[in-house]
């Protein structure tokens, strides 16, 4: 961490704008960040974390509307289509940039041509969790309890062609197990119905998720990605639980609508990249099981076309339909 904390530092002390034309390429009045899910859920205290520390970085109101619906679709759809003109930001992660468009690929926006990447804000593993009353105390247990009764354990996800619904079928491929989906319009939602005992099982963001089974309310069996997370290093990777070279792994960044100027991109990827650096947005992403990223607009753009690749590919290999 403080090894990323200097990395980004001098990066940011590289790059030097004069007063002037930050103040005029920085928009006077509010900008709104699009969260495409409703409140409560992964996204939107990942989305209030950073509204918080940009806006202090930047000392401008930041409002964030949450757009909830469709696994996301809404809300990407939204933002794809806003002005270009630097007042509309959007939270963009692996669901609606890469799972989504593997998933449906006829979409309302086109996740290459209609962003403009600003920067990936981090990563991290989602969480498998389930209801305390479920008779599963490990990876391993939750496969034999799968097998064993076919089609007879739910597991919610934030919606169709969300990250959590195509984790969790990854999941059901590789370990040969029938489980069944319960779409719902985020993951707060998903998760009340989880912690009241309405579904069994759920893939969830670690900022939502994590917390609550700290807390007891959920049962945490494993972590997606390929090393434990910082942030609950006593909960074994799914891999470890049983289920070799099992990974995936979810993400977050910022993107402006298509044709933003160049200028304003590049001032709001410096503003990111010094909040990214505080110290306090740091620890805010240490709490939430998050790993800070970073990182310049092009090395975004490289990154997100990569992963409509690969999970293209998956979605063919595993012959995942949308419902």
């Known amino acids: 961490m403080k090894k990323y904390f200097a990395v980004i530092t001098a990066l940011c002390a590289a790059l030097t704008w004069p007063a002037q034309t930050a103040a005029q390429e920085t928009p006077a009045k509010p900008m709104r960040l699009i969260v495409p899910f409703p409140p409560g859920g992964g996204n939107d205290i990942l989305g209030r974390t950073v509204a918080q520390h940009l806006s202090q970085v930047r000392g401008q109101q930041i409002i964030v509307d949450n757009r909830g619906g469709a696994g996301g679709l809404i809300g990407a759809e939204l933002a794809a289509h806003a002005a270009p003109d630097g007042y509309t930001i959007f939270l963009a992660s692996i669901g609606n940039l890469a799972f989504t468009p593997a998933l449906q690929p006829k979409l309302p926006y086109d996740p290459i041509k209609d962003f403009a990447p600003v920067t990936r804000l981090a990563t991290s593993a989602f969480l498998l969790v389930v209801n305390p009353s479920v008779a599963a105390k490990s990876v391993k247990e939750l496969i034999a309890l799968a097998k064993a009764k076919p089609g007879s354990l739910n597991y919610a996800s934030a919606g169709q062609g969300s990250s959590l619904h195509l984790t969790a079928e990854i999941f ?13 319009k985020g993951s707060a939602p998903a998760l009340t119905d989880l912690i009241a005992g309405q579904v069994q099982v759920m893939f969830g963001t670690m900022p939502a998720t994590l ?6 309310k959920l049962r945490a069996l494993g972590v997606s990605g390929a090393k434990r997370a910082a942030a609950a290093p006593e909960v074994p ?7 070799p070279g099992f990974e995936v792994l979810n993400w977050y960044g ?11 991109v590049r001032k709001l990827n410096q503003d990111l990249l010094i909040a990214l650096a505080t110290p306090a947005m740091l620890e805010s992403f240490n709490t939430q099981g998050l790993e800070a990223a970073g990182g310049t607009p092009a090395e975004f753009a490289s990154f997100i076309k990569s992963e409509i690749t690969k999970y293209a590919k998956v979605v063919k290999a595993a012959n995942i339909r949308a419902e």
């Open 172 to 184: 059901k491929l590789a370990t040969g197990t029938d489980l069944v989906h319960v779409a719902y």
């Open 211 to 216: 917390p609550q089974a700290k807390s007891g």
């Open 237 to 243: 990777t799914i891999a470890e639980g049983g289920v």
């Open 254 to 264: 910022i993107t402006l609508p298509a044709g933003t100027p160049q200028p304003l």
